[in-house]
């Protein structure tokens, strides 16, 4: 059985036409993940026709460098490990998209923006830094196991909320550099 998803219902109003026209088919699954692992991530950005590639960061993290269709980029990075030496049996995901400072904008607008943003987005917020930059965040836990389906929600919701973020900053849907989180 397949659930079109031509957009999560409570962002459906909030987003422009274009956006809301981009179609996402999301299997119902109810297979349970525990932790997040490579296969986990591969199986729910399936429905996005994206294979993320991997990197280490300087701790030995696997991160998951993630380049949807029309051009925006994020990454993923386990965590909650259990052996944080070998970064395995994690049960989070911290999933985020690295927006520079747009040309014309100050940090004082980025402040505003982002206050703005994120009284409307809580689940995904967005912060800022001294020069200007945003980091829009999604952190997702499976301490006692994400169904398939819910995590594939998960990761479109994420991707819905760096799109309207994009739009915000840009004129444009997808403008996120991928850059592993520090």
């Not at 981009?22 to 349970?32: A, M, P, R």
């Not at 052996?83 to 904008?105: E, R």
């Not at 169904?147 to 998960?154: D, F, G, M, Q, S």
């Amino acid at each position: 059985m397949k659930l079109r998803f031509a957009a999560a219902a409570l962002c459906a109003l909030a987003l422009p036409s274009a956006l809301a026209a981009q179609d996402v088919k999301i299997t119902i699954d109810q297979t349970l993940v525990e932790n997040f692992d490579g296969d986990a991530l591969t199986q729910a950005l399936a429905p996005f026709e994206v294979k993320p590639t991997t990197q280490k960061g300087p701790d030995g993290t696997t991160i998951y460098n993630i380049a949807f269709p029309g051009g925006l980029n994020a990454v993923a990075t386990p965590a909650g490990c259990s052996d944080d030496k070998t970064h395995t049996g994690c049960t989070a995901l911290k999933l985020q998209a690295v927006f520079a400072l747009p040309a014309g904008k100050t940090v004082a607008d980025m402040a505003e923006l982002a206050n703005r943003f994120n009284a409307t987005h809580d689940a995904t917020p967005v912060v800022y830094d001294p020069k200007g930059q945003t980091r829009l965040t999604r952190y997702v836990v499976s301490q006692f196991g994400i169904t398939r389906t819910n995590l594939a929600i998960e990761v479109y919701t994420f991707r819905r909320a760096a799109q309207m973020w994009s739009e915000t900053l840009f004129g444009k849907p997808a403008a996120a550099a991928a850059k592993p989180a520090g």
